[in-house]
């Protein structure tokens, strides 16, 4: 079985492990705080899901990561990256710019760039919304 990537936002950094990890801990060394619960509905402590996929410059696509897409030569737009636990599949949230929501298995890694993600670089959101 293959091994599913996830991040996990401590508050202040992300902390990357698989879910096959026995512990998860705040640092690499196991003497931080072991995280004995993390629910997707913490505010504190958000996990992500790998895509699956790498971006035009070779980095892992996580949910929430925010990326450009280049959907024509010329013609980018900024998106989030979400998983859709009732689909089953990452789409692309446009912010309601054509079509809102963009099945993620469409797009090529070849024009999709990540350039940062919600909780990190939050204030490219703003760049999302006025896309």
């Not at 696509?61 to 599949?89: F, Q, S």
């Not at 797009?107 to 990540?114: D, K, L, S």
Request: proline share 5%; glycine share 8%; hydrophobic share 35%.
């Amino acid at each position: 079985m293959k091994n599913i990537k996830v991040r996990l936002w401590d508050g202040s950094r992300m902390i990357y492990r698989e879910l096959t990890d026995r512990n998860w801990y705040t640092d690499d060394t196991q003497k931080g705080k072991l995280i004995t619960e993390a629910r997707p509905k913490d505010a504190h402590r958000p996990i992500m899901l790998f895509t699956g996929i790498k971006d035009y410059d070779g980095k892992n696509i996580y949910a929430e990561d925010i990326i450009e897409h280049e959907e024509a030569p010329g013609y980018i737009r900024k998106g989030i990256v979400l998983w859709e636990p009732d689909r089953l599949l990452f789409v692309i949230d446009f912010k309601g710019k054509g079509r809102p929501y963009y099945n993620f298995w469409y797009v090529t890694a070849e024009v999709i760039r990540v350039i940062g993600n919600l909780y990190e670089s939050p204030g490219l959101m703003d760049c999302v919304a006025e896309d």
